[in-house]
């Protein structure tokens, strides 16, 4: 059974391992979809906790995958998960790597780094949407997640000061 | 800055690769990691030239994978090869592993109470602006014209409105979106 659950997380990240454009944030919304909705290893209060501790902690913020893990499967999950969703893409742009320096300034290149922009705005975009869908906190959450991206678009203020303030507002607002 | 000939001049060993990208897992809270990498290893360190360092950066984002991971493994290639991209991604994730599996083993203990669960919603909220406003900057920098503004528009309609699955947008959206790029810049070409 547990055997069972270790292969499912491994076939689960490995693919998302190489949809991982951008940062890691355009595969929350696949993860919450396949953790939650498909799997049902967590709900989604307890997906959120560890989107949470993944974003306040430093590192990758990708090692939310490796916190699913954890949560799921113990250390052998966490393990795992991180070999999954880090190994494979990993290695290819290990490959690309050098390749590139082979081929600088070919239209091949740019043609690349110029389609995959627009595709990963769209999906970074989408989960930050599909997460403020899937939170408890209402209006209040869309305003908070409003206001800190737009100090963060427009000032270099710390962010651990907008997640400072984020609990502040929910503390004094909901309490 | 002209520092291109700092280049091969200081060749880190593999320990010291390891140690800095420790450094900078740990220390790289809540994002805005590839500028600060930047500052690292162009500023401080003078491992790479600022033109190296962009260059990397914009393959690591342009292929999948995690944007800093990418570029640790760029990065730690020109500094020692096969071996220095090795520890460059391990320095890289593993502290900052234990250290999220640390703070969650803490958290879950925390959670029971309800203040806990308030506050961390706050956090959460928060955090979701940080991903916000890079989707945004992202999207400002995509947005050269026409046809990459349609590819994000689908893009974005297709996972949050139709909650289509990712592997299967992506694959249908970056290699029309490759191609369009591909015709865009050849026709540019022809006409120089």
């Known amino acids: 059974m547990k055997d069972n659950l270790l292969i499912q997380i491994l076939l689960l990240f490995a693919p998302l391992s190489f949809l991982t454009i951008g940062g890691g944030q355009s595969i929350v919304a696949d993860v919450q979809r396949q953790t939650v909705n498909v799997h049902h290893w967590m709900t989604d209060s307890q997906f959120l906790n560890l989107f949470a501790v993944a974003r306040l902690t430093p590192g990758p913020n990708s090692l939310l995958v490796t916190l699913v893990g954890w949560q799921v499967a113990g250390w052998g999950g966490a393990i795992l998960a991180s070999l999954a969703i880090f190994g494979p893409s990993s290695l290819l742009v290990y490959a690309l790597a050098k390749l590139w320096e082979r081929h600088n300034g070919a239209l091949w290149q740019k043609a690349v780094e110029m389609g995959l922009a627009p595709v990963a705005a769209g999906m970074i975009l989408a989960s930050v949407f599909v997460l403020l869908r899937s939170m408890q906190g209402g209006l209040l959450a869309w305003a908070v997640a409003l206001i800190s991206g737009t100090v963060l678009l427009f000032t270099r203020i710390s962010p651990f000061i907008l997640l400072g303030g984020g609990a502040l507002v929910f503390l004094c607002l909901r309490h | ?192």
């Open chain 2, 1 to 192: 800055m002209d520092s291109t000939e700092l280049t091969g001049t200081t060749q880190p060993g593999l320990f010291k690769i390891f140690i800095v990208f420790t450094k900078i897992g740990l220390t790289s809270f809540g994002g805005g990691l590839s500028g600060w990498m930047m500052l690292e290893f162009v500023r401080n360190r003078r491992w790479l030239s600022e033109t190296e360092f962009l260059s990397g950066l914009a393959l690591a984002q342009a292929f999948p994978g995690v944007n800093v991971v990418n570029l640790a493994i760029w990065i730690g290639y020109r500094m020692g090869k096969g071996p220095g991209a090795l520890v460059a991604v391990l320095g890289m994730v593993v502290p900052a592993m234990f250290v999220a599996i640390g703070v969650f083993s803490i958290y879950s203990k925390l959670a029971r109470f309800h203040v806990t669960n308030i506050l961390l919603a706050g956090i959460v909220a928060a955090a979701i602006g940080l991903s916000l406003q890079m989707g945004v900057r992202a999207a400002r920098r995509a947005a050269s014209s026409v046809v990459p503004i349609a590819i994000m528009v689908i893009t974005f309609v297709a996972i949050f409105a139709f909650r289509l699955p990712l592997v299967l947008v992506v694959c249908v959206m970056a290699p029309v979106s490759i191609t369009a790029a591909y015709l865009r810049l050849r026709n540019k070409t022809v006409a120089k």
